[in-house]
């Protein structure tokens, strides 16, 4: 697994447990649902703004998404995502 799918899924997971469709989340994030789906499917890598926005909106700290992220994939080279 490379950086963007364990950042997308660690996402799409936490919305889903927050039980917040796609529309609902892009909405108050203000974003696409196009782009939202594109960052759980591990294609595209979220801007730290949007990071923090989907985190505000789902109701838990940056900080804490971005622990999860790392404690749920550790083996994951965050340098790949610049290749």
């Given at each position: 697994?490379?950086f963007k799918?364990?950042?997308?899924?660690?996402?799409?997971?936490?919305r889903?447990?927050?039980a917040f469709?796609?529309?609902?989340l892009a909405?108050y994030a203000?974003?696409s649902v196009?782009a939202?789906?594109?960052?759980?499917?591990?294609?595209?890598?979220?801007?730290?703004?949007t990071?923090?926005?989907?985190?505000?909106?789902?109701?838990?700290?940056?900080?804490?998404?971005v622990a999860?992220i790392?404690a749920?994939?550790?083996?994951?080279?965050?340098?790949k995502?610049?290749e």
């Open positions: 697994m490379d799918q364990a950042v997308g899924q660690t996402i799409q997971r936490t889903k447990e927050r469709t796609q529309e609902k909405f203000k974003m196009s939202l789906s594109l960052i759980e499917r591990g294609e595209n890598a979220p801007s730290l703004y990071l923090f926005a989907i985190a505000r909106v789902i109701g838990i700290p940056a900080t804490d998404l999860q790392e749920e994939n550790p083996d994951v080279d965050v340098f995502v610049m």
